[in-house]
């Protein structure tokens, strides 16, 4: 089955590639870097001719509330048209857990705008809603600093290795279309400061982390629960633990 990855060169696009091409699909990973870009749609019909299934596992470049806004809008109305004249019976789409209650933030009303593109067209489709990527704990404290110090809420929420991410979009692209939303989380539930900070100690970055109940999320205010998924998520298997030992030894490999 012919499978096209939009965002294919990224953190789950590269490891989602890998796992299709094992199981015997032809995975093509399609981005500005291949000279497939979503937004101009530069390369888009070439590389749909065939494909059953596109995965959309892009990510904006710019999170401005304009520009983020502008990126998945312009991006998923584009790739929606190019999949209709392809014939493309499979659009499946990367998006994240209680999207629907961050509208507060930028970043979050251009993800519930790429969904409802999504939901309004003819295409049959499977949104995933993960939750947090352990890889993203970095970058949540950057978004998150402010001055030497990083401000997050003390809620719970339920990261999940982008590994285990990139396996479940990979058996969703390959199965029926659900025509609606499917959750995956991690194995474990966590503070989001207490997580950041481990990380950050992990990786001897030198931030404070401080727990504030006024710091925002992206820009949105959250709750004891906005970050969890339900009841029927499915959920992978790497513990955060686990993942911690894996990444340290890499990052020592590849610095040998
Ligand atoms: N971070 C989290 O914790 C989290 C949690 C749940 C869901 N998500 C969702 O997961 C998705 C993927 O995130 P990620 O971290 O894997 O992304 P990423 O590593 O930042 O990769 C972004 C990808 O988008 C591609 N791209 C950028 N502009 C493009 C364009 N104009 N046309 C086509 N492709 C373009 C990039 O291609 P080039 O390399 O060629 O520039 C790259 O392959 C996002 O939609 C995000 O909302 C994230």
Redesign the pocket.
């Known amino acids: 089955m012919k499978i096209v990855v939009?965002?294919?060169?990224?953190?789950?696009?590269?490891k989602l590639v890998t796992k299709l091409r094992e199981h015997g699909h032809e995975a093509i990973?399609?981005?500005?870097?291949?000279g497939?870009?979503?937004?101009?749609g530069e390369g888009l019909a070439e590389a749909l001719k065939g494909a059953s299934v596109v995965v959309?596992?892009?990510?904006?470049?710019s999170w401005e509330d304009a520009a983020v806004m502008k990126?998945f809008e312009t991006?998923t109305r584009n790739l929606l048209n190019y999949e209709a004249a392809a014939g493309v019976k499979h659009h499946v789409?990367?998006?994240?857990?209680g999207t629907d209650r961050l509208s507060e933030s930028g970043?979050f009303r251009a993800?519930i705008a790429?969904e409802k593109l999504i939901k309004g067209s003819s295409i049959p489709y499977s949104i995933v809603?993960?939750?947090?990527?352990f890889?993203?704990l970095k970058?949540?404290a950057d978004i998150s600093t402010d001055g030497d110090k990083v401000r997050l809420p003390h809620v719970l929420f339920q990261?999940m290795a982008?590994d285990d991410?990139a396996s479940a979009v990979g058996r969703i692209a390959v199965g029926p279309p659900v025509n609606g939303i499917v959750e995956i989380g991690g194995p474990e539930q966590f503070r989001i400061d207490e997580l950041v900070r481990r990380r950050l100690a992990s990786l001897k970055d030198p931030r404070e982390v401080i727990a504030d109940p006024k710091a925002l999320y992206a820009g949105a205010k959250l709750s004891e629960r906005t970050l969890l998924p339900d009841k029927n998520a499915r959920l992978g298997e790497t513990r955060f633990e686990t993942w911690l030992t894996q990444s340290a030894v890499k990052a020592a490999a590849a610095t040998h």
């Open positions: 939009i965002g294919g060169s990224g953190l789950i696009g590269s990973a399609a981005s500005p870097n291949s497939v870009n979503t937004v101009t959309d596992v892009s990510n904006s470049p990126f991006s789409a990367l998006s994240v857990v970043y993800k790429q809603h993960a939750t947090q990527f890889e993203f970058g949540l990261p982008a991410v």
